[in-house]
């Protein structure tokens, strides 16, 4: 059960548990930098015009075809 838990997933996408965790926590914080910056965007849109789209597309691109 632990097994299945904590190691089942990050070895499919080729990390020991630490790796995937360091990959997700930074993962985690590029996500709320895009949030932070659409929400100033939603303000004042002449601010952060294209910075939440570009984090997102470039968070996509590193992940979409891991674990395959």
């Not at 914080?29 to 789209?53: Q, W, Y």
């Amino acid at each position: 059960m632990m097994t299945r838990v904590f190691l089942d997933h990050p070895r499919k996408v080729d990390e020991s548990y630490l790796e995937h965790a360091a990959f997700a926590a930074r993962f985690s914080g590029r996500l709320f930098l895009a949030a932070m910056a659409a929400a100033v965007h939603a303000v004042i849109p002449c601010l952060f015009e294209k910075t939440a789209s570009r984090i997102t597309a470039d968070l996509y691109h590193r992940t979409h075809n891991r674990g395959r």
